[in-house]
């Protein structure tokens, strides 16, 4: 029998990362496992879970655009998945008549990673740029952490409200608001988290400049080779920035966990990832 197989599954999928990174805690952690890109047609998410689950598949990561779908197919979810509304993480049991269960590790591994980069999240004040997926999947810890206030904006202000809305019960009175980006106070933020696709288009944001300081940490979900146009902004005026590779390691630590349960150490899975990012 070979070694159990895991995979990470999405359309497109070339560029994942996932598959380096989970070999990579597999390796650290001596674990035996495959781990696959699956590239499943857009209109195939189901077969493509369906013929990996036959194959043995015992779990995958899933990315764009099917965590919706993800979401659908579970006959169980972990309660940060439901209130996320998307699943990244497809656990399969050994038998095959058994249900799947999904989770969502996006937020932890956001949590994860703003303490390891030495962020307070209580107290302070949280801008967070977006209104789709990303967003509602990192709502539920940030709240958790007890910021003063967190802003949500976004291109379009009602998509931001009926987020804040649905979430509202699990904030303190005024603690949660929401609006377009014309409506962002204009005084500093602690923390900005851009949870746009703005980045992936190369677009800069209608932001007001006074919502920085030198002690602003800008953070973009988004990650690449060179800084994003929202990072390079932050910078041009003196704030702190760092991009998402490092949720992404650490949602995949989380997922791992999930899996394997050993939590794999993300440093120099991190420090070795940036390296290759940079040296292409
Ligand atoms: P995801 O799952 O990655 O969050 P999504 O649900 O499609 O993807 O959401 C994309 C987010 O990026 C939305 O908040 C979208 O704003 P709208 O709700 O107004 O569409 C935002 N977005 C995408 N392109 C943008 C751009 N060029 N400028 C500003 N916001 C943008």
Same mark, same amino acid.
């Given at each position: 029998?070979? #070694?159990?197989?895991?995979?990470? *599954?999405?359309n497109?999928?070339?560029?994942?990362?996932?598959?380096?990174?989970?070999?990579?805690?597999?390796?650290?952690?001596?674990?035996?496992?495959?781990? &696959?890109?699956?590239?499943? =047609?857009? &209109? +195939?998410?189901?077969?493509?879970?369906?013929?990996?689950?036959?194959?043995?598949?015992r779990?995958?990561?899933?990315?764009? =655009?099917?965590?919706?779908q993800?979401?659908?197919?579970?006959?169980?979810?972990?309660?940060?998945?439901?209130?996320?509304?998307?699943?990244?993480?497809?656990?399969?049991?050994?038998?095959?008549?058994? $249900?799947?269960?999904?989770?969502?590790?996006?937020?932890? +591994?956001?949590?994860?990673?703003?303490?390891?980069?030495?962020?307070?999240?209580?107290?302070?004040?949280?801008?967070?740029?977006?209104?789709?997926?990303?967003?509602?999947?990192?709502?539920?810890?940030? $709240? #958790?952490?007890?910021?003063?206030?967190?802003? *949500?904006?976004?291109?379009?202000? &009602?998509?931001?409200?009926?987020?804040?809305? &649905?979430?509202?019960?699990?904030?303190?009175?005024?603690?949660?608001?929401?609006?377009?980006?014309?409506?962002?106070?204009?005084?500093?933020?602690? /923390?900005?988290i851009?949870?746009? #696709?703005?980045?992936?288009?190369?677009?800069?944001?209608?932001? =007001?400049?006074? *919502?920085?300081?030198?002690?602003? /940490?800008?953070?973009?979900?988004?990650?690449? #080779?060179? =800084?994003?146009?929202? /990072?390079?902004?932050?910078?041009?005026?003196?704030?702190?920035?760092?991009?998402? $590779?490092?949720?992404?390691?650490?949602?995949?630590?989380?997922?791992?966990?999930?899996?394997?349960?050993?939590?794999?150490?993300?440093?120099?899975?991190l420090?070795?990832?940036?390296?290759?990012?940079?040296?292409?």
């Amino acid at each position: 029998m070979g #070694a159990p197989l895991y995979g990470v *599954i999405g359309n497109p999928i070339g560029h994942s990362r996932s598959p380096a990174i989970h070999r990579a805690f597999a390796e650290q952690t001596d674990i035996a496992l495959q781990y &696959d890109a699956l590239l499943a =047609p857009l &209109d +195939g998410f189901e077969a493509t879970v369906a013929g990996f689950r036959a194959a043995g598949g015992r779990g995958l990561n899933v990315t764009v =655009p099917f965590k919706a779908q993800a979401y659908a197919l579970c006959g169980v979810r972990t309660p940060r998945a439901e209130r996320a509304g998307a699943v990244n993480t497809l656990i399969f049991p050994a038998n095959p008549g058994g $249900l799947v269960e999904g989770d969502n590790t996006d937020g932890a +591994g956001l949590l994860a990673d703003l303490h390891r980069l030495g962020v307070p999240l209580n107290g302070r004040r949280i801008l967070l740029l977006g209104a789709g997926g990303a967003t509602r999947g990192v709502l539920e810890p940030l $709240l #958790a952490a007890h910021p003063a206030e967190l802003f *949500i904006a976004n291109r379009s202000p &009602d998509k931001a409200q009926a987020l804040a809305q &649905d979430f509202l019960a699990l904030a303190q009175p005024g603690q949660l608001r929401a609006g377009g980006f014309a409506d962002i106070p204009p005084a500093p933020f602690d /923390l900005i988290i851009n949870a746009t #696709a703005a980045s992936l288009a190369g677009e800069q944001l209608p932001l =007001p400049r006074a *919502i920085l300081t030198p002690a602003t /940490l800008a953070y973009d979900m988004a990650y690449g #080779a060179t =800084p994003t146009v929202f /990072l390079r902004w932050a910078e041009s005026f003196g704030a702190q920035t760092a991009d998402g $590779l490092g949720m992404l390691v650490e949602q995949a630590a989380e997922s791992f966990w999930r899996w394997h349960s050993i939590r794999p150490e993300t440093e120099p899975v991190l420090r070795s990832l940036r390296e290759t990012l940079q040296s292409r």
